[in-house]
């Protein structure tokens, strides 16, 4: 039989290794990691369709994740899909005449709010909402337009 | 007509069994406040069911990873976006893979030795003895073998589970060159914390399982040598069909 001793301590060893795998996954292969530095404010962003946008998604500037999606809802009164987004508080300098859009990450990426700085000097703040938003791109509505131009080249060819 | 005999026999003796496991299950909780007084015998469990069964599921860990970065890179190439490896790999063990193979080995490792040493000791007399001494086998043999099982399941888990995005890391990112930056910020991207906390509930629930069936082939084990032998192989067997049969049913009601 083994000292007890031994088997004490690599039963710790085998326990503290368990609870540091755990660490590890939860702060290293998780996306907490920006929330947790710093505070955050929340913007809005109203838009006529968000495509499959999640909450979760993240908000990027030039490609630079500086936000999520905190939570999206309809409101009945504009008829329009309302966003939050909650940015970390470093990236305090976005004017107020930015421009959100829907974008696709990749073929097979999920959607994420692209902005593009304005050039006013005025910066968003906390409760504020932007302005200037692009729509996620349907893809059978731009098959849509796209056929409708096609026929319409056509039609025009027909008439000459 | 004795077709059906057979059947309806069969009907009976499972349900009987489930019944059985049932009262044993109770027997063993009932007695988990009072087992908790002689800490040492679960450390003693613990030891025995995850620190010893730590080299096999590092080992198996390691490979499962490896295979997946090949498998994901060859797959994600041609779609053009090998960068979504760390996310597809990262997914895969930390809400199926990890828990399941854990349990696999946790069943073929811990589980055996577990239904063995007690049915052992059955087929021995020495829980007769102890009976005899007026200690209650169920509280001096099972309960800390079943509390160590279901400790040690979940550490397991997670350890299986951080070596094998490592080894996904090394084939993906070292071995094929995909870009080391994109593979965790994608992986960062897409993994929340809620997905962590199902792979670890699924480790939860399959160490429950694989342990309640270990110690309950091993107590009831016919007292010889045959006997002991068959407890063990039930004990693998029984215990891979329940975890795969939970596994289906958890990922349901979690997705």
Redesign the interface.
Known sequence: MRSNRA??L??G???L???A??F???T??????YLTNGGSYTVQAQFENIGTLKP?A?VSMAGV?IGRVESIRYDQSIYKAVVDMRISSQFNRIPVDSDASIMTA????GQYIGITPGGSEEYLADGSRIEFVQDALVLENLINQLVASFSQRSDSKGDN | MSLLREIVENLRSFVATVGAVALFLMRTLAQVPRALTRPGLIIDQIHNAGALSLVIIMTCGLFVGGVLGLQGYDLLQRFGSEDALGTAAALALIKELGPVVTALLFAGRAGTALASEIGLMRATDQLSAMEMMAVDPVRRVVVPRFIGGLIAMPLLTVIFIAIGIFGVQVVGVQLLGVDAASFWSQMRAAVEVSDVMEGLIKGVVFGFVCSLIAVYEGYTATPTAEGVGRATTRTVVISAVLVLIFNYMLTAVML
């Open positions: 088997v004490e690599s039963t060893l085998f326990v290794l368990g609870f795998a755990l590890f996954l939860v290293q292969i998780t996306n907490r990691e979760g993240a994740t990749g073929l097979l990426g």
